[in-house]
Structure formats: structure tokens, C-alpha cells
């Protein structure tokens, strides 16, 4: 429940202009990490089962319950998040030369992919940062006007949004017809 009101709070606070960008930030981010989430993926995979294969060849590995196969994916993805040190399953000279190959591609190559990968997010996110907001605070109301309905009501409205630069408020021409 704790997370459906974090969640929903946070779709309100897209109305603020603070707020509104970090959300957008976030949801953007998102939106392009899936394609890079989806190369570490299988990249992970990939090494957790050469580490399982190399791992299986030391002696009885299928009868082993603290050394399966999920134990060993869950040990790769610990070496994703930044573990520096080899588990001590992984003794073979073979497993540790490939705990080295991986923690270089996913720590150095991947990483620095990612913050390039956020950093032109950023750089989108922050050109276009008013239209997102004024979009946002449009699908706002538009949701309200569905959510309170017209019920009781006979005449239809038209609604006018338009983009004002903060400068421009004290102009009256503005706010003119």
C-alpha cells in the first residue's frame, strides 16, 4: 500500500515546477536505460553461466545447494553493483581471470555508457524542460475535468493553454485576447 501512495504522490507532484522536472528526469532515464538494461542483462548472464560451467568442473556442483546456479547469478549481480573481491566459490585460476574480464567491462564500460546514457538525457530533459512541464500540468487538468466530469453542466468549454515566459507575466499584452 506504502508504495501505491508513494506512487500516486508522486504523480501529483508533477504539478510543481520543482518537482516536475526531477519526474520527468526519472521517467525519461527510464525510458532510455531499457535497451542498456537489456545489454547488461544478458551480459550478466553470459558471465554467471561461464562462472557456473568453469564453477561445475571443480567436483559434485548439482549436489551442492550452497553453490547453485541462482546463487551464482545472484553473486554476478553482486560483482555488477560493485563487489571487488571474488566470492570464495570462485577459486579456479580460469574463474578469477574471468571475475577480472567482468568486473572491467561492467564496472568501467558499462558504467561510464551509463552516466553518457543519463548525461544525454539530462541534456534533453533540461532543453525541453517547460513544454514537459506546461504538458504536464495539461494532462493535469484534463484528467481532473474527467475525474470531476461535466454532469450538470450543458455548455461546453475550450480550453486555451499557451507557453508564458516568466518575464512576460508583467506585460499586459498577455493577457489580452
Not at 508513494?6 to 535497451?35: E, P
Not at 554476478?76 to 577480472?100: A, C, E, K, M
Not at 455548455?155 to 485576447?177: Q, R
Amino acid at each position: 500500500e506504502f508504495l501505491l501512495l508513494g506512487g500516486k504522490i508522486i504523480y501529483f507532484l508533477r504539478g510543481y515546477r520543482t518537482a516536475s522536472f526531477f519526474i520527468n528526469m526519472i521517467l525519461q532515464v527510464l525510458r532510455d536505460m531499457t535497451t542498456f538494461l537489456l545489454i547488461v542483462f544478458v551480459v550478466t548472464a553470459s558471465f554467471a553461466g561461464a562462472f557456473f560451467l568453469l564453477h561445475s568442473t571443480q567436483g559434485d556442483f548439482f549436489t551442492d545447494d550452497e553453490n547453485s546456479a541462482t546463487d551464482i547469478l545472484f553473486e554476478t549481480y553482486v560483482i555488477l553493483l560493485g563487489r571487488t573481491t571474488p566470492p570464495s566459490s570462485f577459486l579456479n585460476d580460469w574463474i578469477q581471470l574471468l571475475f577480472v574480464l567482468y568486473t572491467l567491462i561492467n564496472l568501467v564500460v558499462m558504467l561510464n555508457l551509463l552516466i553518457a546514457v543519463i548525461g544525454d538525457t539530462f541534456d534533453r530533459v533540461q532543453d525541453s524542460a517547460d513544454q514537459a512541464r506546461n504538458a504536464e500540468l495539461l494532462k493535469l487538468v484534463v484528467e481532473y475535468q474527467q475525474l470531476v466530469g461535466d454532469e450538470g453542466q450543458n455548455s461546453t468549454y475550450l480550453y486555451i493553454f499557451g507557453v508564458v515566459e516568466d518575464e512576460d507575466l508583467n506585460d499586459d499584452s498577455v493577457m489580452e485576447w
